[in-house]
């Protein structure tokens, strides 16, 4: 997303871009700012930003992607980098477990620094691996949407933006006009349909209000993760 639409700076917006070392963030801001993957993790030391210019269907703005270092070495989480902060994607690896439970604790530490309203896009990478088998579940909250991608697939990476920018234009029908042409690593490849349908089934059914079972929240939530995974979001 290297163009250059007549866009304001009205309209920069910063975007936190949070997760577990490993789970794939730095490799996506790499492949929408210059098209290139490398399987080689090169840790985040500290921060990386990029500004990626969006052209929409309504409007152009722009996503000030401030990728923060996932692990404690450096600190771990940097207050200093949150404030500000319009929207943030909190990313983790479809293929563990402890990536998807670690969610939680992100959404935590986002709120209690950013305020609870700030648009969050939940993102799920590596979706050209096999997902643990268990049911992901997410209590649903005005701010807070849920997606896939695949960096290596070089698939869907453009909803998360998409997502993002609905919510801080405010229009529920827009989309971006124009993408990278980013292409997949030879030989990988997503089952589309399997993986659209996956994901519109944790939206519309594990995506809940309040635990169907009833009772107490927090017995449930002990019971209930020896069968399923949940990403708990209070």
Avoid at 51 to 61: G, H, R
Avoid at 108 to 134: M, Q
Avoid at 135 to 161: D, F, H, M, Q, T
Wanted: hydrophobic letters at 35%; glycine letters at 8%; one cysteine or more.
């Amino acid at each position: 997303m290297n163009y250059k639409p007549n866009w304001s700076s009205q309209y920069t917006y910063k975007c936190l871009l949070l997760g577990n070392t490993r789970v794939g963030k730095s490799t996506f801001m790499r492949l929408l700012s210059t098209g290139n993957f490398t399987e080689e993790h090169l840790p985040t030391k500290g921060l990386m930003v990029h500004t990626l210019l969006l052209e929409t269907n309504y409007q152009p703005l722009a996503l000030q992607l401030w990728d923060v270092a996932g692990d404690c070495q450096h600190g771990g989480l940097h207050n200093g980098y949150y404030f500000h902060a319009r929207c943030a994607i909190i990313m983790f690896d479809l293929s563990e477990i402890s990536s998807a439970a670690s969610v939680a604790e992100w959404v935590r530490e986002l709120e209690a620094i950013c305020g609870p309203d700030l648009p969050v896009v939940i993102c799920g990478n590596k979706a050209d691996l096999n997902p643990f088998p268990r049911e992901l579940l997410l209590r649903r909250r005005g701010n807070v949407n849920y997606c896939e991608i695949s960096c290596k697939a070089a698939w869907n990476l453009k909803e998360p933006l998409e997502l993002l920018s609905r919510c801080l234009l405010g229009y529920s029908k827009l989309h971006l006009i124009s993408e990278p042409i980013i292409q997949p690593v030879t030989g990988c490849e997503v089952d589309k349909q399997k993986m659209e349908g996956r994901v519109r089934d944790i939206r519309n059914r594990a995506l809940v209000e309040e635990d169907q079972k009833g009772g107490q929240d927090g017995q449930n939530r002990h019971q209930r993760t020896k069968a399923q995974q949940y990403i708990v979001l209070n």
